[in-house]
């Protein structure tokens, strides 16, 4: 009951506007609507210091969400757009060109989210130069981790610095999410259905489709594993895991329930093949 930092990391801020942003206008109660909306205002002033490029991603996909609903807060939209504006130079910065179009010398982990922000900003902003970087940059990355005709993410024991060698292992969940998430945003923005092939693989990932056939998703328990290391998936399962499970099944829901994916059967398939288990 102590706290164990004289304050929290950019990255647990950036998360915590996004969640906030999404719980304003998603919720269906309007106190805790409320209360989200007003713990998200007294956390701008943090988000106007951002620095981190995933800080800033992680914040424009929750005032992303927020202004999709409080379209009249002229403060919120302002900074959204200032944010969107540095994510955007990030990518733009003279360190990036056509072999490496990223804002960093290093992929590492959450990936996607960075893409997936600027899609989603340039969507709301009406901005094209956003759009087209942020569909060229996730074309990018989803090459770079499609091996073997199925979804295989940077792994977090050495990352995948430029010009080295990429670590294949240990793969974590968060990253087959945050996959599923941008690459439906893609498919939102661009109606084109190869965004939705892109989602299938981020989600068959959890269900055994990945380097070594392995189940991510346990059905026994409800929960995610902690992720695939080279010798198969881990036996933890942690809060982070199930989430990312949960948040990229919810994104199926979603698609199928407009129409625009027919997932559930492929998903049945791929886990009796994988596991001989009923869905």
Known sequence: RRWMEQAGSPDSHGRSIWALGVAAAALEEDRLRTLAAILLRDALPFAEQASDVRTVAFALLGLGAYLSRMVGERAVRLLHADLADRLLQAFESEGADEEWPWPEESLTYANAR?????????????????????????????????????????????????????????????????????????????????????????????????????DLYDDATGGCRDGLHAAGASDNEGAESTLAWLSALTTMHELQAQGHLGWTREARRMREESSGAEV
């Not at 340039?122 to 074309?139: A, Q, Y």
């Not at 109606?191 to 939705?196: A, E, I, S, V, Y």
């Not at 092939?197 to 981020?202: A, D, Y």
């Open 114 to 214: 960075l893409p997936h922000a600027l899609l989603l900003s340039g969507s709301g902003l009406k901005r094209d130069d956003m759009i087209e970087v942020g569909l060229k940059s996730l074309g990018w990355l989803v090459e770079i981790q499609t091996m073997d005709g199925q979804f295989s993410p940077i792994g977090n024991q050495g990352w995948y610095r430029r010009g080295a060698e990429r670590a294949r292992f240990d793969q974590q969940p968060i990253e087959a999410d945050a996959l599923v998430s941008a690459c439906a945003c893609a498919f939102d923005v661009t109606n084109d259905r190869f965004w939705l092939e892109q989602v299938m693989l981020g989600f068959e990932w959890f269900l055994g489709r990945n380097d070594l056939g392995a």
